[in-house]
């Protein structure tokens, strides 16, 4: 029984190593933006692994300070969006497999 608790964490703790790297779905960002708000995503992911909260308030603070106000972030598993952003600054991404972020601007 305790080696089938091992290697089911085991396998999880696999999962999250093989998908840690950032996989952007869709941006219509321009290049040097989109770059930096992912690797912004990813550090604030990182930091607070257990609260998504406090994940979406520090990438919302950074790019309002980097790009201007009216940024928008949500971060979470298994949520759907319809939303109207200004053209040229949205990115929707995935980060340690499940984990997704969309980021948008508003005018």
Request: charged residues 30%; contains cysteine.
């Amino acid at each position: 029984m305790a080696d089938e608790e091992k290697k089911d964490t085991g396998d999880k703790n696999d999962h999250r190593r093989l998908h840690s790297f950032p996989l952007i779905r869709h941006s219509d960002m321009a290049e040097e933006m989109r770059t930096e708000a992912m690797e912004l995503c990813v550090t604030a992911c990182e930091k607070f692994i257990s609260s998504n909260e406090a994940a979406s308030k520090m990438i919302k603070e950074n790019m309002d300070k980097k790009f201007g106000c009216s940024w928008h972030v949500v971060v979470g598993e298994g949520f759907g969006f319809e939303i109207t952003y200004e053209t040229k600054n949205l990115l929707y991404m995935f980060f340690g497999g499940s984990l997704a972020i969309a980021l948008w601007k508003c005018s």
